[in-house]
């Protein structure tokens, strides 16, 4: 049974489908504008402007109208009668055009999202690889985030015992002969150590 077949079997009465996305979703054309008529009955009809009317004559399983760019003041004038109509999609200024046409407007909602909420073995496959993909990404973010983190440290540490470096050469020079301070060099010689235990670390990371 094809996506139309079963919105039929969910119908009372004509349906004209006005959401752009459900149409993409019934039939597979996409368009800026469109409509799509389903009858319980008898043939879908798809309605479409010069722009598209090539595109939409391939479509499978529907019959294919050609309209002015005004869409649905032109199917109101073709259409006479009850009419089903997407009532949380169509504004009330489009609805008035198909009944200044002769359509009798009937609000409907959620027919055809009803058919989309049971998901096809194909949309649950690419909703999986959707799934794994989304997983993938977290875990390279997650990795680079913590990248990013021992770097930001490695850095902090690269600058810190250049500094001390920097400190004990200036002392040195300013005071020949005169060794720097004890702590200065414990800061110094404790900031080199500590760079070289975390360059390891990244290493070994890298390697697991």
Do not use: H
């Amino acid at each position: 049974m094809t996506r139309l077949d079963r919105v039929r079997t969910l119908l009372d009465e004509r349906l004209l489908v006005t959401d752009l996305v459900n149409i993409r979703y019934l039939t597979g054309f996409e368009s800026s504008n469109a409509a799509l008529l389903l009858d319980p009955d008898g043939p879908a009809t798809l309605y479409t402007d010069f722009r598209y009317i090539e595109v939409a004559r391939a479509v499978p399983g529907v019959q294919v109208e050609q309209t002015a760019r005004a869409l649905l003041a032109d199917v109101g004038e073709r259409l006479d009668g009850r009419v089903g109509f997407e009532a949380d999609v169509l504004p009330y200024a489009q609805v008035e055009q198909l009944r200044a046409g002769g359509v009798e407007p009937v609000p409907t909602t959620g027919l055809v999202e009803q058919v989309r909420a049971v998901k096809e073995e194909g949309e649950v496959d690419l909703i999986r690889r959707a799934a794994r993909a989304a997983d993938r990404a977290f875990e390279a973010l997650t990795a680079a985030c913590s990248l990013i983190t021992v770097g930001g440290f490695a850095l902090a540490l690269v600058l810190f015992a250049g500094l001390a470096a920097g400190m004990l050469w200036i002392l040195r020079r300013a005071v020949p002969g005169e060794q720097a301070p004890r702590w200065l060099r414990l800061v110094g010689w404790g900031a080199v150590g500590l760079l070289a235990i975390l360059n390891v670390g990244i290493v070994v990371v890298n390697l697991l």
